[in-house]
C-alpha cells in the first residue's frame, strides 16, 4: 500500500472513529414498583429525560409491588443491580447495614442539589457517613377524623392524649358498642404509642447507637399497658374484634365504610383512598396532633416514603445522577412525575408542583404533610423502627394480652427478649 493511499485510509477511520464517539450513547437502567399511573407518568419523565439527554438512553425495569424486593434482592447479591432504582428507607439494613451497599450520592452532591433536601431527611438515609439514596417525598403518620361520626357522638376532636382516650366511652355511650373513634391496626398502635412514650420520656423505643430495643423493662411494661388501657376505654377494636371483621384492607371492610370506626392514624400518604371508600356524605378531617403538657418532642413517625438510589456498581455514576436530578428537581421531570410518588420532599420539586397549581393545598394529603412540618421532631425513627419481624413479634403480643394469655408485664418481658433476638440477627 502506498503513502497516498494509508493515509487516506487512516483519516478515514479517524473520521468513522470520531462520528461514532459524537452519536455514542451511554444506557441506564432504572427500575421501581407501583402501578399503572405511576408506571406511565415514569416513562413519560424518561422519554424527557433522554430528550434534554439524547447520548444517554434508560432503559425501564418496572413492576408491581409483589415480587419486586425478591427480584431487586437477587439483583444485588448478584452485583446486577440496575444503575437507578426506587428504594424503600426501610430496606436499608437489608442492603447497606455499614453503608456501602450502595453508591454514595455524596460525591455528586452538587449535581444532585442535596442542599434542596430537609437536612434532617438525608440524615436518615445516610449510613456510615454515606448518603445511600435521596428521599423522593416523605410520609407522617396523623389523625384523621370521619366528621359526621364524631359529631354524631358529641364529642369534639383531641387535643391531648387525655382526650382522645376519653373519647372511647362517648363513642360506645352515645353510638353503641360497636362505634369506635379509631380504627389502628398493630403499626399504627406501635407508632402512636411510640409518639406517647417519647413525649413522656425523651426516649426512643430503639437505640440508636446499638439498633436494639432502648425501654428498660419499667418503661417496656407500660408501653403494652397503654394498649391495654387503650383497649378497655374503647379507644380502638381489639385485635380479637378485629379478626371477626375478617381479613382483608381496612378501607374496604364494612365497619369503616358505614362510619363505625371513626377516625385513623394513618400515612398521610395513604389517606385517599380511606376517604374514597367512605360513604356519601361522611368526610375525614385532619385532627389536631394530640401533645402532653410540656412536651418538646412530638414523637412523630415521618420516614421517606421511599428513595432514588444509585447501584454501587454503575458504571456511569454522572449520568445515573444526572437522571436522579431530573426526576426531582427539573421542572421538567418533576412536572411529568406529577404527584405518583406523593408531595415532592425537593424544595425546587415542591415549589415547580405548587407554581404549576398541581399540589392542591386543601386536599388531606397536603395538610397532613404541612401538619407533619410544623411539629417538633427532635428524635427521627431509625430504619428499624418499623422492621416487618419486630412488627409482627408486637402483633402477637397484643393477641396475647387480648386473649388473656399474658399481662402487659409479661408481654414487655416477652418483647425485649425476642425483639433484641430479631434486631440482633438483623444488625449482623
Known amino acids: 500500500m502506498n503513502k497516498k493511499v494509508l493515509t487516506t485510509t487512516l483519516t478515514a477511520l479517524a473520521i468513522a472513529a470520531t462520528s461514532a464517539n459524537a452519536y455514542a450513547e451511554t444506557e441506564l437502567r432504572m427500575s421501581w414498583w407501583g402501578g399503572n399511573s405511576r408506571h406511565q407518568a415514569t416513562l413519560k419523565a424518561l422519554e424527557k429525560f433522554e430528550e434534554k439527554y439524547p447520548d444517554i438512553v434508560v432503559k425501564a425495569e418496572y413492576t408491581g409491588w409483589d415480587g419486586h424486593l425478591s427480584r431487586l434482592t437477587t439483583q444485588i447479591a448478584g452485583n446486577t443491580e440496575p444503575d437507578v432504582m426506587q428504594t424503600n428507607w426501610n430496606w436499608l439494613p437489608i442492603f447497606s447495614r455499614d453503608g456501602s451497599g450502595f453508591y454514595d450520592l455524596n460525591q455528586k452532591s452538587k449535581e444532585l442539589n442535596i442542599a434542596s433536601f430537609p437536612e434532617q431527611s438525608i440524615k436518615m438515609t445516610t449510613t456510615g457517613g454515606n448518603v445511600n439514596g435521596l428521599p423522593v417525598s416523605m410520609t407522617s403518620r396523623v389523625f384523621y377524623f370521619n366528621k359526621t361520626m364524631w359529631e354524631k357522638a358529641g364529642v369534639s376532636y383531641p387535643k391531648n392524649w387525655d382526650q382522645l382516650m376519653a373519647a372511647g366511652n362517648a363513642f360506645k355511650e352515645n353510638l353503641g358498642a360497636d362505634h369506635y373513634p379509631l380504627v389502628i391496626e398493630a403499626r399504627d398502635v406501635f407508632a402512636m404509642n411510640r409518639s406517647y412514650m417519647i413525649q413522656k420520656n425523651g426516649k426512643d423505643i430503639i437505640n440508636h447507637d446499638t439498633n436494639l430495643l432502648n425501654f428498660n423493662s419499667t418503661e417496656m411494661e407500660e408501653f403494652f399497658q397503654l394498649y391495654v388501657d387503650q383497649v378497655n376505654n374503647h379507644l380502638f377494636p381489639s385485635t380479637k374484634e378485629f379478626s371477626s371483621y375478617g381479613k382483608g384492607n381496612l378501607y374496604e371492610m364494612r365497619p369503616w365504610i358505614d362510619g363505625r370506626f371513626g377516625g385513623l392514624y394513618m400515612w398521610d400518604t395513604a389517606i385517599a383512598k380511606y376517604t374514597a371508600n367512605l360513604q356519601p356524605p361522611m368526610a375525614l378531617e385532619l385532627g389536631d396532633y394530640p401533645m402532653l403538657p410540656g412536651a418538646t418532642d412530638s414523637g412523630l413517625l415521618a420516614r421517606p416514603s421511599m428513595m432514588f438510589s444509585i447501584g454501587r456498581n454503575t458504571e456511569h455514576p454522572e449520568e445515573a ?48 404533610y404541612s401538619q407533619a412540618q410544623q411539629l417538633p421532631k427532635v428524635i427521627a425513627p431509625t430504619a428499624y423502627t418499623d422492621n416487618a419481624q419486630l412488627m409482627e413479634l408486637f402483633s402477637e403480643e397484643m393477641q396475647h394480652l387480648d386473649y388473656g394469655k399474658s399481662t402487659a408485664k409479661e408481654s414487655a418481658a416477652n418483647f425485649l427478649r425476642k425483639g433484641n433476638r430479631v434486631l440482633k440477627r438483623i444488625a449482623k
Request: net charge negative; proline share 6%; no cysteine.
Open 321 to 368: 445522577a444526572k437522571l436522579v436530578n431530573f426526576l426531582l428537581n427539573d421542572p421538567d421531570g418533576v412536572a411529568a412525575l406529577g404527584l405518583v410518588r406523593g408531595i415532592p420532599l425537593s424544595q425546587t420539586g415542591l415549589e415547580t408542583l405548587q407554581n404549576a397549581g398541581v399540589v392542591d393545598p386543601q386536599s388531606l394529603q397536603f395538610q397532613g
